[in-house]
């Protein structure tokens, strides 16, 4: 089995997305309406921001020809199938541009908290050359595919893992990121990291959800320049979250540190709840280090000498979900 467009042809397809993603058509803003309509966690500036990642990072023609050179594309298309998230607007898309520049066909099963975009997306593809719809389609049932890639909860994992096991898979799990801090960071650094901590309201695998510090640590300071999104306090789903854990907290004694949208708890655990964001302490810089860069469940660091500050949600194109590399096992199948 062939695929009829060539990878010049995907690439250049891909580019041109980028550059209607970049406009603000009738038809795309009304495409983002409707998400942001489909979806009560989706606003039209997380969706507006999603965009702009994927086109700066992901469609520009220079950097998918780099990114692509370090690969030996597959000879032979087989059928992959699909399964996307929909945590965050277009989470699954690189996943999608992974399989169509390996040149695979794609069997896609959406999210429904996130097909309106990636519906119209490929649309335009089929639009722009009809051949598109030969290799990539949106399926409810994933059969008879010669691998899969799955995206999920640590819960759903286990039922990806039942029906997929036996072929060549990737299946991800739930993971989080966190911020490493030491005191000296600036008043500019620390407002972008509220941007790591708040865009999207905490749902992406990217977000900060925790944050590390030495003991002495100001969070006056941090809580006070985190008031910059005060505003996420507006929306309903959120501020439901913020009061139903004051709330516990209240109830169990537990001590809290809090401005008009955020929750701050002690706690090991790297995974906090909407509205609330995880602190502790260290002592031991380098063995904290140690422990974030061998857990399963990091995603990204934040911090000086990680990822930049305000970058969390900004990942590359060689930059993989869980750290496994997609357009690897694509060219290798």
């Given at each position: 089995?062939?695929?009829?467009?060539?990878?010049?042809?995907?690439?250049?397809?891909?580019?041109?997305?980028?550059?209607?993603?970049?406009?603000?058509?009738?038809?795309?803003?009304?495409?983002?309406?409707?998400?942001?309509?489909?979806?009560?966690?989706?606003?039209?500036?997380?969706?507006?921001?999603?965009?702009?990642?994927?086109?700066?990072?992901?469609?520009?023609?220079?950097?998918l020809q780099q990114w692509l050179a370090n690969y030996t594309l597959p000879n032979e298309a087989k059928t992959i199938g699909i399964v996307m998230a929909g945590n965050i607007p277009l989470v699954g898309f690189h996943d999608f541009l992974c399989g169509f520049l390996s040149g695979h066909h794609l069997l896609l099963k959406l999210s429904s908290k996130d097909e309106v975009l990636m519906k119209h997306l490929l649309d335009k593809l089929t639009e722009w050359e009809p051949d598109v719809a030969n290799h990539v389609i949106i399926a409810e049932r994933l059969n008879n595919c010669d691998a899969y890639i799955a995206t999920g909860s640590n819960n759903t994992a286990r039922y990806f893992e039942q029906y997929f096991g036996k072929y060549p898979h990737i299946i991800r799990k739930n993971r989080t990121s966190v911020a490493v801090l030491d005191s000296s960071e600036t008043d500019e650094e620390l407002t972008l990291l509220a941007d790591d901590v708040y865009l999207y309201y905490g749902l992406g695998c990217r977000n900060v959800t925790q944050v590390c510090v030495p003991r002495d640590y100001d969070f006056a300071r941090l809580l006070n320049i985190f008031n910059k999104h005060n505003e996420y306090a507006d929306l309903n789903k959120y501020k439901n979250n913020y009061d139903y854990h004051l709330a516990i907290y209240l109830l169990n004694r537990i001590p809290y540190m809090s401005n008009e949208s955020l929750l701050m708890v002690e706690n090991d655990m790297p995974f906090s709840a909407v509205s609330v964001l995880h602190y502790k302490y260290y002592d031991n810089k380098a063995e904290l280090i140690t422990q974030l860069e061998s857990s399963i469940d990091i995603q990204a660091i934040i911090g000086k000498s990680f990822v930049p500050f305000g970058d969390s949600q900004k990942p590359a194109l060689s930059e993989y979900a869980d750290g496994i590399d997609t357009m690897a096992f694509l060219c290798e199948l």
């Open positions: 089995m062939t695929n009829n467009i060539s990878l010049s042809q995907r690439i250049d397809l891909l580019f041109e997305l980028g550059t209607y993603m970049s406009q603000n058509s009738i038809e795309w803003m009304d495409a983002q309406d409707r998400a942001v309509g489909a979806n009560a966690w989706f606003t039209p500036a997380h969706v507006s921001l999603a965009v702009e990642n994927i086109t700066d990072q992901f469609l520009q023609k220079d950097k």
